[in-house]
């Protein structure tokens, strides 16, 4: 049964004007709910068993539990959910230490808000997405290992701009 056309996201993130604005940018769009936020990684697991986001927008730098160790725990007991980290520490080892951990995507808060919405829109339609930043980052790094798909561009929505229906 098809819940909602719309991608709920959950935030997390210590800094009240990062949520301020994602909150923000995604009530300016048809196809985003923003269902929950979070200041800390401290209480994530049971936000998404409780909340049931497709995507979940986590920093890595936050005060509490480590945001690497709870992405792990997440991305093994919820891999429907998709995680894109969302993070101002955005170098080749954090965006290597995130896919190691289970991220879907990585985007820098230096990049545009089109580009964090299209990173949304892109892990809810089950593409790994990476913002302009970081895939030059990574490129920079020359972290691409033979055993990794190489990164991929953040792609927007489909033609019409809605997310894929969920199960």
Same mark, same amino acid.
């Given at each position: 049964?098809?819940?909602?056309?719309?991608?709920?996201?959950?935030?997390?993130?210590?800094?009240?004007?990062?949520?301020?604005?994602?909150?923000?940018?995604?009530?300016?769009?048809?196809?985003?709910?923003?269902?929950?936020?979070?200041?800390?990684?401290?209480?994530?697991?049971? *936000? $998404? %068993?409780?909340?049931?986001?497709?995507?979940?927008?986590?920093?890595? =730098?936050?005060?509490? /539990?480590?945001? @690497? !160790?709870?992405?792990?725990?997440?991305?093994?007991?919820?891999?429907?959910?998709?995680?894109?980290?969302?993070?101002?520490?955005?170098?080749?080892?954090?965006?290597?230490?995130?896919?190691?951990?289970?991220?879907?995507?990585?985007?820098?808060?230096?990049?545009?808000?089109?580009?964090?919405?299209? *990173? $949304? %829109?892109?892990?809810?339609?089950?593409?790994?997405?990476?913002?302009? =930043?970081?895939?030059? /980052?990574?490129? @920079? !790094?020359?972290?691409?290992?033979?055993?990794?798909?190489?990164?991929?561009?953040?792609?927007?929505?489909?033609?019409?701009?809605?997310?894929?229906?969920?199960?």
């Amino acid at each position: 049964m098809i819940r909602s056309q719309r991608v709920r996201v959950l935030c997390v993130d210590d800094n009240e004007f990062v949520l301020d604005s994602v909150k923000h940018l995604a009530a300016q769009t048809p196809d985003l709910e923003v269902i929950g936020t979070l200041r800390s990684a401290d209480t994530l697991e049971t *936000a $998404v %068993r409780d909340l049931d986001p497709d995507v979940v927008l986590l920093d890595l =730098e936050m005060p509490g /539990m480590d945001a @690497l !160790a709870s992405l792990r725990r997440v991305s093994g007991a919820h891999p429907r959910v998709r995680v894109v980290v969302l993070t101002g520490t955005a170098d080749a080892a954090s965006l290597e230490r995130s896919l190691d951990a289970g991220a879907f995507g990585f985007v820098s808060k230096a990049d545009g808000p089109r580009d964090i919405l299209d *990173a $949304v %829109r892109g892990a809810a339609a089950g593409r790994p997405v990476f913002s302009p =930043e970081a895939r030059r /980052m990574w490129e @920079l !790094a020359g972290a691409c290992a033979p055993a990794r798909p190489p990164v991929a561009a953040v792609d927007p929505p489909g033609a019409d701009g809605t997310p894929p229906p969920r199960a």
